[in-house]
């Protein structure tokens, strides 16, 4: 294996690194304000995939379907909250983590009902399609525009939660719920819309992979798990873990491609558990 | 009470068709896979979403010596041991890496492991079968001291599961009612008293978190004979939401609920495949349900039920 390959290699890895930190970022956030960890998640990045699908073919833009996957998820998202998680939110945790549970087993068969169980695919914009030629190894430029997604959505999410008044909103509201409360904050409201723009980054990452994967109702729990692996190793709940997490694993799962073809997703997670022994609160995570 | 329930399992394939014995049989065995998994979450509290992946490694592990020494009077004899010791060491190996981790991250890591499982499972072709799974698997004959059985003859392999599901779940009950069952449910209401008072509950933890993956893998090595066939979809993630439903419709703080759940849910599903495909919908829905109202599950309900019947039919207190 050359050094060249393994460059080439790398720089494929950092753009699935981008499309993983849009996925992680929105359970972090949503973690980080409602404490709870979002398993139908999953569903809101499958749901962007199959919106920007239907979207794209009927309008013949990729944008519009982006576009359109990132309202409707957050619909999606509006309406999870506010219909279902919302009355447990003073319940055990593990009831939570069962109901969001549960909303994979649903979404995933009324996905299989609307679009039916065989693999979509979704055109690459012409504006994107194509390759560069990087020291010799042609790198897509989908790859280039991945990262600067994922780098642009990091970017804006660090304005907004340590730049701006809403996110000092947020992180008092994380901080101490009653509190904020008191202080004349609408916080149920706060939880709505942080949960909303999670779901929105969910199907920004679904809609985005679109071009690059085949859809089907199961690709959001395959790449769920491997965002856990993101947010576990960065440490759940921090925007920084969540960005050197997912290079973590992109990175590391691109060069396992090479090395272990069929068993890369083991490789990466060996990765986590040795990560685990040592810190099982994550790199940036805090200690529970 | 207990004797009677084993009795009455024994008498039903003198009066159902054989179709219904296998629905029996496999309800038999979901119900100990429901079981163990409640001794990880209902008596420790810990929410694994990847005990298929346990169930599946029994269940392949039974398959892969049925399949390679087929015949003979043993062979089920080495499948079930063979399937104990894979499932033990492999729930050693995913416990000592979790049991550590809080709710949350716990739920993920197991169903990343089970995930792994599936993977492996379903890429190494040579050993697994890969996406065909090992199938035609013979049903073997079992040396007794009496003499040599033909699983395949009669009932016989209904009996079987009944035996060793019957003995798993002395086994459970003893393991429940003893001191490490009493540790494990102080660790669950309150960990940081149990640490204050001096258990490691770590160790608890991984006993608990071990003991559970080995009644599944029990359960998935009498699955695989039973059927016929281990595939990689006894690992999916969708297959680790079947003890988490069961349990929870039968009621987690019932040592026998997850069984009731199991026998429901087997039904339910009988039934609902009748008119849908789209069975994941269905107990989501009822998931979500139980989630958001009944929480004690039905086994209290169909508990009172029988005192009540018993009362009317015997005119006294119903025993326990």
Known sequence: MSLRLLLGQALIGISLSASLFLIASGLTIIFGLLRLINFAHASLYALGAYFCFTVAAKTNSFWAGTAASVVLTMAVGAAIERGLLRRIYNAEHILQLLLTFALILVFTDLTKMCWGAFPLTVQLPPSLAGSVPILGNPIPVYCFFLIGSGGSVGAGLYLLLYRSKWGAIIRTAAYDRDMTNALGINVPRLYTLVFVLGAGLGGLGGAIAAPMTTIIPDMGVLIIIESFAVIIIGGVGSLAGAALGSLIIGVWGAIGLLIVPQFAMVFTFVLMALILLIRPWGLFGEKF | ?320
């Open chain 2, 1 to 320: 009470m207990w004797l009677l329930a084993v009795a009455i399992l024994a008498c039903l394939p003198q009066v159902l068709s054989k179709f219904y014995v296998i629905l029996l049989g496999s309800i038999l065995i979901y119900g100990l896979f429901a079981m163990s998994f409640n001794i990880q979450f209902g008596y420790t509290g810990l929410l694994s979403f990847g005990h298929a992946g346990l169930f599946a490694a029994g269940a392949y592990a039974a398959a892969y010596v049925l399949k390679h020494m087929p015949g003979s009077g043993i062979s089920m004899y080495v499948a079930l041991i063979f399937a104990l010791g894979l499932s033990l060491a492999l729930s050693a190996v995913i416990g000592a890496v979790c049991v550590r981790l809080s709710g949350w991250v716990f739920a993920m890591v197991t169903l990343a492991f089970g995930q792994v499982i599936y993977t492996i499972l379903y890429k190494w072709r040579d050993v697994t079968g890969g996406d065909d799974g090992l199938y035609g698997i013979a049903v073997p004959k079992l040396i007794l001291p009496g003499g040599m059985i033909d699983l395949s003859a009669g009932n016989n392999h209904y009996y079987l599961i009944l035996l060793v599901v019957a003995v798993s779940v002395a086994v459970m009950r003893m393991v429940v009612r003893s001191p490490f069952g009493n540790t494990i449910q102080a660790i669950r209401d309150n960990q940081t008293r149990a640490q204050f008072i001096g258990l490691n509950v770590w160790n608890y933890k991984l006993g608990s978190f071990v003991l559970s993956g080995v009644f599944a893998g029990l359960a998935g090595a009498l699955f695989s004979p039973f059927k016929g066939i281990a595939s990689p979809e006894l690992a999916n993630w969708a297959f680790s939401a079947n003890p988490v439903i069961m349990s929870l419709i039968g009621g987690t703080g019932f040592f026998v609920g997850p069984l009731v759940g199991a026998l429901v849910y087997r039904l339910l599903e009988h039934f609902i495949a009748l008119y849908t495909s789209y069975w994941m919908l269905c107990f989501g829905i009822v998931l979500i349900a139980s989630v958001l109202s009944f929480r004690s599950g039905i086994t209290p309900y169909l508990a009172r039920g029988a005192a009540r019947f018993y009362e009317a039919a015997f005119g006294k207190e119903a025993p326990e």
